[in-house]
């Protein structure tokens, strides 16, 4: 129950209690000791829960080992890889593993290598490190098939796999990519799994993927955080805009604001600066630069608010969000879980202010009604009117919904995101190159 008692040495602990880290989170009580005892995982948690250290200790604490035993020599590495989806989160979890390594020489230990394989930054980058040896390499899944294609990296000594947002990654089309990088292993791996919901399909994944995984679930897959009250607010279209003042008085910064599209994302954006807001804006369609520019800025508290897509939404940590304003509600409850999350982090709490009109599709306000009632929130008179088919029927639904999304409002039958995926399938039967330009799109 302690981080003394898993036996992390002095540098690590000292490098906790630097981020005012002094008591393991559930899912670290219960993840830790699995991963470091050896066993494959199955991380369900809700996003803020502390997952990434779960991951990132024992990878350290392994690396270590193979360093005393045999150092590593030029060229030799990476013996643990994670994988997630976005640059962002990518970036965010080398700098994590940075601060837990960076102080290992003052305290006698071996020097961990780690390094950044993500689209937008030169390839060089990365090479370098491998050339000298590399522990620890985190990499988005495109930019890794690219080195391991170019033979520029192998994962000949790799022993530690582990891959974050997995639900995300999927979404995005990475699974081919993800089963193509498994190929390239040639030794018995540990393998852990980490994501926020647990759709059909990621369990298929997983079973294929992973030998007898210990399940650690903290919380329902796809429920929201408790420590975040929800508000939920009727707003006519072309009302939306002004309102987002009205929203920003509710609490001090930092504050997020998601939009769907980048058009908007850019609207909103012009519209602050206008009124003389401090506000930075995120999106694919800008270059990589300008993002973790952006990013920095934010983070950095040099700016109050950041305009986002869901490119930002995911895993992102920025510690301390006040409030998260959604400028529309996503098409699928997952992504209103994922961006609500970014506030209520640890055990701080926050508030999320939703957007909704007559415009937005019923099933997802279905399970958006579900899922405030089943964090004890108020249900407005709009949200609470919706009675769905379901509804009428009193189906016994089961306690996690729907089989494909997690959806608490509706059943796999009436799924809109599996409508969707399948609609999109349908649609790019005979493009070539479907599922890069789908990931694109983030
Ligand atoms: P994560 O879910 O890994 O993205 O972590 C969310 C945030 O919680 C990060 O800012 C961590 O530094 C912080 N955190 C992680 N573990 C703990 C803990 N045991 N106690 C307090 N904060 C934590």
Redesign the pocket.
Known sequence: KNFKDMKFPKAILESLAK???????PI?MQGLPTILSGRDLIGIAY???????VYVLPLIMFCLEQEARLPFNRDEGPYGLIICPSRELAKQIHENIEHFTSNFRKHGLPAIRTCLAIGGIPTSEASDIIRSGVHIMVATPGRLMDMLNKKIVTLDVCRYLCLDEADRMIDMGFEDDVRTIFSYFSGQRQTLLFSATMPKKIQNFARSALVQPILVNVGRAGAASMNIVQEVEYVQPEAKICYILDCLRKTSPPVLIFAERKQDVDTIHEYLLLKGCGAVAIHGGKDMEERLRSIAEFKGGRKDILVATDVASK?L?F?EIQHVINYDMPEDIENYVHRIGRTG???STGVATTMINAKVDEAVLSDLKHLLIEAKQRVPPFLASIITEADQLNEDMGSDGCGYCGGLGHRITACPKLENVQAKKAGDIGKKDYLAESAADY
């Open positions: 981020k005012k880290i002094e008591k393991p989170s670290q996003t803020g829960s502390g997952k990434t250290l895993g940590d510690p982090r640890g055990s």
